[in-house]
Nanobody, 119 residues
Framework: QVQLVESGGGLVQAGGSLRLSCVVS????????MGWYRQAPGKQRELVAI???????NSADSVKGRFSISRDNAKNTVYLQMNSLKPEDTAVYYC?????????????WGQGTLVTVSS
């Protein structure tokens, strides 16, 4: 079983910063990919950023230059550094990982952490 624990969400003023963390635990062989999605009220869930095991990263155009994704393989942790936050970044942010297990690859989602940006 694979579990994700997210942290770092909260309330911040526009222009501020937050760092989200997501720790992966359980039984797996490797984590080929780690990423973050978000879902704002009344909107569809969207990909924010993703990073592979070789540290190849991509992010949505809406966050380029403001958000950065990184991972610490020794700690099985993925981070999302969010700078210059805007009210439109307000959403529930979900960590998602692709893990390799003995039974095959598995996609696992976190419970979500709320980020609220006030104007």
């Amino acid at each position: 079983q694979v579990q994700l624990v997210e942290s770092g969400g909260g309330l911040v003023q526009a222009g501020g910063s937050l760092r989200l963390s997501c720790v992966v635990s359980g039984s797996f062989r490797s984590i080929p990919a780690m990423g973050w999605y978000r879902q704002a009220p009344g909107k569809q869930r969207e990909l924010v950023a993703i990073i592979t095991g070789s540290d190849s990263a991509n992010s949505a155009d809406s966050v380029k230059g403001r958000f950065s994704i990184s991972r610490d393989n020794a700690k099985n942790t993925v981070y999302l550094q969010m700078n210059s936050l805007k009210p439109e970044d307000t959403a529930v942010y979900y960590c998602v990982v692709d893990v390799a297990t003995l039974e095959g690859n598995l996609e696992v989602w976190g419970q979500g952490t709320l980020v609220t940006v006030s104007s």
